[in-house]
């Protein structure tokens, strides 16, 4: 109407937004660490909180494992001793 026409979807960029955020930046890359470099210099290596979460999450399985395979063992180890007791008692 009034001469305004409305603009073809197929030419209209879809984001204005920067690449690298839209996909998540260092996030987005699965990133384990940022470099930083100080006023100095030196650089130091900061590990990502997402990458110290997977870490955590994996010893904690680990220790859960452990603890498992500690009962089993206690358990194996009681059976035996039961075994040799039961052998002793009727030689």
């Known amino acids: 109407m009034y001469g305004h026409k409305s603009k073809d979807s197929s030419t209209q960029p879809t984001s204005n937004k920067n690449p690298n955020r839209v996909t998540g930046g260092i996030k987005g890359q699965g990133v384990d660490h940022i470099v930083m470099v100080s006023e100095d210099g030196y650089e130091n290596h900061v590990p990502a909180m ?40 009727h030689d």
């Open 50 to 89: 997402k990458y110290v979460q997977s870490l955590e999450e994996q010893l904690r399985k680990l220790r859960a494992t452990m603890t498992v395979l500690e009962r089993k063992l206690t358990r194996a180890d009681a059976a035996i001793t039961n075994l040799q007791t039961r052998r002793i008692n």
